[in-house]
């Protein structure tokens, strides 16, 4: 499934770092039947590319996945070969970014300023990642969002949740990358259904 059309079924993206690869799967199944079309396994998790493999295998054409904490144009290459599709970063990295445009995956590289901003933009990269996103604030994305191209699509990631994603989205976020608000190391399969269900519901009620 491209990213795009995963955002538009729901806009979240659940970042389920520290995740192992024999529970990768049932995790990932959790936040399917949620509601959620979009993973990402953070490259410091334990042994990330293979829980990516397995991900994919299990949910290609259904789902959108990838890897977060990708800081290396090395790294991009060895996401694809274990079938990723989303490249997503902590930070702005035009090497990043263009290397994942050339191989045609989607790079969502984290920024905080209008200059980052507009570097990932120009390296190619159509989903800009605020992070942390509640560092900056809601009122600092909706300033950058008046002189943003219209298709760049922000993320608002690091300390946003169901509480406070009506505020984000009002400013001009369009998408979400959840962490601990879905996935925490050790947590079970079912907390995992539990909080994805919250979040969903939570996206359901934005305008």
Same mark, same amino acid.
């Not at 192992?20 to 410091?44: I, K, M, S, Y």
């Not at 959840?178 to 519901?201: C, F, H, M, N, W």
């Given at each position: 499934?491209?990213?795009?059309?995963?955002?538009?079924e729901?806009?979240?993206?659940?970042?389920?770092?520290?995740?192992?690869?024999e529970?990768?799967v049932?995790?990932?199944?959790?936040l399917f039947?949620?509601?959620v079309?979009g993973?990402?396994?953070?490259?410091?998790?334990?042994?990330?590319l293979?829980s990516?493999?397995?991900?994919?295998?299990?949910?290609?054409?259904?789902?959108? $996945?990838?890897?977060g904490?990708?800081?290396t144009?090395?790294?991009v290459?060895?996401?694809?070969?274990?079938?990723g599709r $989303?490249?997503?970063?902590?930070n702005t990295n035009?090497a990043v $970014?263009?290397?994942?445009?050339?191989?045609?995956?989607d790079?969502?590289?984290?920024?905080?300023?209008?200059t980052?901003?507009?570097?990932?933009?120009?390296?190619?990269?159509?989903?800009l990642?605020?992070?942390?996103?509640?560092?900056y604030g809601?009122?600092?994305?909706?300033?950058?969002?008046a002189?943003?191209?219209?298709?760049?699509?922000?993320?608002?990631?690091?300390?946003?949740?169901?509480?406070?994603m009506?505020?984000?989205?009002?400013?001009?976020?369009?998408a979400f990358?959840?962490?601990?608000?879905?996935?925490?190391p050790?947590?079970?399969?079912?907390d995992?259904?539990?909080?994805a269900?919250?979040i969903?519901?939570a996206?359901?009620?934005l305008?």
């Amino acid at each position: 499934m491209k990213l795009n059309d995963a955002l538009a079924e729901c806009p979240v993206v659940a970042i389920i770092r520290g995740v192992r690869p024999e529970e990768a799967v049932d995790h990932a199944q959790a936040l399917f039947d949620g509601g959620v079309r979009g993973v990402e396994v953070p490259l410091n998790s334990p042994e990330p590319l293979e829980s990516i493999r397995r991900i994919v295998e299990a949910f290609e054409g259904r789902m959108a $996945i990838g890897a977060g904490t990708v800081l290396t144009p090395e790294r991009v290459d060895a996401v694809q070969d274990a079938g990723g599709r $989303i490249i997503v970063s902590p930070n702005t990295n035009t090497a990043v $970014i263009r290397r994942s445009v050339e191989l045609g995956l989607d790079s969502a590289p984290g920024f905080a300023t209008a200059t980052e901003a507009f570097a990932a933009y120009e390296a190619g990269a159509r989903h800009l990642k605020l992070f942390p996103a509640v560092t900056y604030g809601v009122t600092h994305l909706r300033q950058l969002k008046a002189v943003l191209p219209p298709d760049a699509i922000v993320w608002a990631v690091g300390g946003v949740g169901p509480d406070t994603m009506g505020d984000w989205w009002a400013a001009g976020a369009r998408a979400f990358g959840l962490g601990g608000e879905l996935y925490r190391p050790g947590q079970s399969v079912a907390d995992t259904a539990q909080k994805a269900s919250r979040i969903v519901a939570a996206v359901k009620a934005l305008a």
